[in-house]
């Protein structure tokens, strides 16, 4: 089992840049795929980003590719989210998950969840 906890949130302006931390707690951190998801109000949670367990599969949301980084430290237990050239339309509480089967790309295949860490970009 795993705990996530997000952090690194903030009301940025249009244009900034951001880093999303994601500690974990658990002693087999390495053997699980993370992921990032972000959900607006009203609206679905949405994948940006996963990274394998070995960091050498990494895939993004199509909204955010080329905008943000996904990233690990197994040592630290950490998971990261560098967010740039934000956008009004990247405001939404982001989450991070974590899986022990399946690279988490849909929010159905994430086992555990943090509580979360608002953004709010503004124009």
């Known amino acids: 089992q795993v705990q996530l906890v997000e952090s690194g949130g903030g009301l940025v302006q249009a244009g900034a840049s951001l880093r999303l931390s994601c500690a974990a707690s658990?002693?087999?951190?390495?053997?699980?795929?993370m992921g990032w998801f972000r959900q607006a109000p009203g609206k679905e949670r949405e994948f940006v980003a996963a990274?394998?367990?070995?960091?050498?599969?990494?895939d993004y949301g199509n909204s955010v590719k080329g905008r943000f980084t996904i990233s690990r430290d197994d040592a630290k237990k950490m998971v990261y989210l560098q967010l740039n050239s934000l956008k009004p339309e990247d405001t939404a509480v982001y989450y991070c998950?974590?899986?022990?089967?399946?690279?988490?790309?849909?929010?159905?295949?994430?086992?555990?969840w943090g509580p979360g860490t608002q953004v709010t970009v503004s124009s």
């Open positions: 658990g002693r087999t951190f390495s053997s699980y795929a």
């Open positions: 990274i394998a367990r070995t960091g050498g599969v990494i």
């Open positions: 998950a974590a899986s022990s089967r399946l690279l988490p790309t849909h929010k159905s295949s994430a086992d555990y």
